[in-house]
């Protein structure tokens, strides 16, 4: 289909378009609306079209919006839609998006090369159906936890952004840079700049954990949920995440984020679609990092992302990324404040946690007709 694409007409939409409640047109590939007419007119998206990956592991559920109506699905996309009225969309969008639906998929495609499932998978899915009413009343807890879990991502947001304040407090904008600090490259102060590692996740313990673009939400990381891989003891010497180390992701929808490794939990590598900085005595990996937060280094992100369909971000690019550099204690007083920062954000990852738990625990009561008397 890729021969298809024009510079405009009617939208594709592909998985990296799929977010988290609503889907998005931006960064999408177009097609000819005649084409379209002839050979696709029945994937055509409608309002409210519930949209999922075929990937057992993404876990994303989206919905069709008006601005996105009419637009094409592309391979790797599943269609919902309730088949009547005896299922609510809601309901539909919550179940799909549930742990009880995806070990349901899990289920089906272990032992499958290629982890992915298709309609063939979803008939032998089973979804508990009460009544209409009761389907809307347990959508309106639902959604009542959701809130609750929002409002804690919301704090998490507002620790970050104390952080960035008083990183510009102490050191100044670094665009206009009125301190006049020192202005070097990425690659002056590191030890190694390098990709990760190419191999398959594993559920099982067959290796140390693997770290991939998927795990790290939020700036955090679920290490629980973190799969490992396979992995000669030569190789995983070399792949091996210390602490003070900084990820960035090289594509996809979240190109150019960066990940510091505060503490290391076990083991761990990370994988290929990941860069890793390790950086040198000369600097505190905690101002490196914020300063990779900040507007200066995200307008240089913007100016060397290369590639059309998936922009993305190479070592070589990121090696000459400009930063300017305070003395060292000064950057070591700003790591013992995002220390302290931290610990209470700790607290609140953890309060994070429990409210997930919470909420899971409530969905699996919904699905097993516990929750609604």
């Not at 009460?130 to 347990?138: A, C, D, F, G, H």
């Not at 990760?196 to 673009?213: D, H, M, Q, V």
């Not at 150019?256 to 290929?272: L, N, P, T």
């Not at 300063?291 to 995200?298: E, G, L, P, R, T």
Request: glycine share 6%.
């Amino acid at each position: 289909m890729a021969v298809d694409f024009t510079e405009y007409g009617i939208p594709l939409i592909r998985l990296v378009n799929l977010r988290r409640k609503t889907v998005t047109l931006e960064g999408c590939n177009f097609l000819s609306p005649e084409k379209v007419e002839s050979k696709w007119s029945h994937f055509k998206l409608k309002n409210q079209d519930i949209l999922i990956s075929s990937s057992a592991s993404t876990g994303i559920v989206s919905e069709v919006t008006k601005e996105s109506e009419g637009s094409i699905a592309y391979t790797g996309i599943i269609r919902l839609r309730p088949k009547n009225e005896a299922l609510d969309r809601e309901f539909l969008k919550i179940f799909v998006g549930s742990e009880i639906f995806t070990r349901q998929i899990d289920a089906l495609v272990t032992g499958s090369t290629i982890h992915h499932y298709g309609p063939s998978h979803l008939k032998r899915v089973t979804i508990p159906l009460p009544p209409l009413s009761v389907q809307r009343q347990i959508v309106a807890v639902l959604e009542r936890a959701e809130a609750v879990k929002r409002q804690r991502h919301e704090a998490d947001a507002q620790t970050g952004a104390l952080l960035q304040s008083v990183f510009y407090e102490m050191f100044g904008d670094p665009v206009r840079n009125e301190r006049e600090w020192n202005v070097v490259t990425v690659d002056s102060i590191s030890e190694k700049i390098q990709y990760g590692y190419t191999e398959s996740a594993n559920i099982e313990k067959i290796g140390p954990k693997f770290l991939r673009i998927t795990d790290i939400q939020n700036n955090g990381v679920n290490w629980d949920q973190v799969p490992y891989c396979k992995i000669s003891n030569d190789e995983k010497e070399k792949y091996l995440l210390k602490t003070g180390d900084i990820l960035f992701a090289r594509t996809g929808a979240t190109v150019g984020k960066s990940f510091r490794i505060d503490q290391i939990v076990q083991e761990s590598i990370f994988a290929s679609y990941l860069i890793r900085v390790s950086l040198s005595e000369k600097v505190d990996s905690n101002y490196v990092f914020h300063f990779f937060q900040s507007q200066y280094y995200w307008s240089q992100i913007q100016n060397t992302m290369v590639g059309a369909g998936q922009p993305g971000v190479n070592a070589t690019k990121l090696a000459k990324i400009k930063i300017p550099l305070p003395p060292l204690p000064l950057q070591q007083q700003f790591a013992r404040i995002v220390e302290s920062v931290e610990r209470i954000h700790d607290q609140q990852v953890a309060s994070g946690r429990q409210i997930e738990g919470l909420c899971e625990g409530l969905m699996q009561r919904a699905f097993k007709g516990d929750l609604i008397a």
